[in-house]
């Protein structure tokens, strides 16, 4: 059993706002990524036997979001959005300029667990290109200067 008390009763508790049981998948694997911070199969079939929905299901709207990781990440989970916005004002630039500065590829965490680069599909701040989400936060209208500010930011933090 990976979920621990709180997150089963929290699960429970939003269960119980919706009509029908399918209603409450997104909720259930929010609280489940929130407390281990990557979902998997097994995170599934708990979801499941919770929620009384099949696990295939709650793993089928878990991987339609990129915001649901799949695997552990470090503690910031850095997303680049790539779609055609931030595509055209450099997206491609500052990805290449995360795993110049970070030392990995996409895709990858860096050696003290601090950071995971990822690129994405879209964040929706289109207006605001070149953009990137670290956890639940929004970085916009990004320079290398920007970038450089953020991460040493996040490293005194840690």
């Known amino acids: 059993m990976i979920l621990n008390e709180a997150s089963i009763a929290e699960i429970k508790e939003k269960m119980?706002?919706?009509?029908?049981r399918k209603s409450a998948v997104l909720?259930?694997?929010?609280?489940?990524?929130?407390?281990v911070g990557h979902l998997n199969d097994e995170?599934?079939?708990?979801?499941?036997?919770?929620?009384?929905?099949?696990?295939?299901?709650?793993?089928?709207?878990?991987?339609?979001?990129?915001?649901?990781p799949k695997k552990p990440v470090g503690k910031y989970l850095i997303q680049v959005c790539h779609n055609?916005?931030?595509?055209?004002?450099?997206?491609?630039?500052?990805?290449?300029?995360?795993?110049?500065?970070?030392?990995?590829?996409?895709?990858?965490t860096t050696s003290d667990n601090l950071f995971t680069l990822i690129s994405v599909e879209c964040l929706g701040s289109c207006s605001?290109?070149?953009?990137?989400?670290?956890?639940?936060?929004?970085?916009?209208?990004?320079?290398?200067?920007?970038?450089?500010?953020?991460?040493?930011d996040l490293r005194k933090q840690a």
């Open 84 to 108: 055609i916005s931030c595509a055209l004002l450099g997206a491609d630039s500052l990805i290449g300029y995360l795993e110049e500065k970070l030392g990995i590829k996409k895709g990858e």
């Open 128 to 152: 605001s290109a070149p953009m990137m989400q670290i956890n639940d936060r929004y970085y916009e209208n990004l320079t290398r200067e920007k970038v450089d500010a953020i991460l040493e």
């Open 27 to 35: 909720p259930a694997i929010t609280v489940a990524y929130q407390q």
């Open 43 to 68: 995170l599934y079939r708990e979801i499941s036997g919770i929620i009384d929905v099949p696990a295939g299901e709650i793993a089928e709207a878990a991987t339609f979001y990129t915001l649901f």
């Open 16 to 20: 119980v706002r919706y009509p029908h």
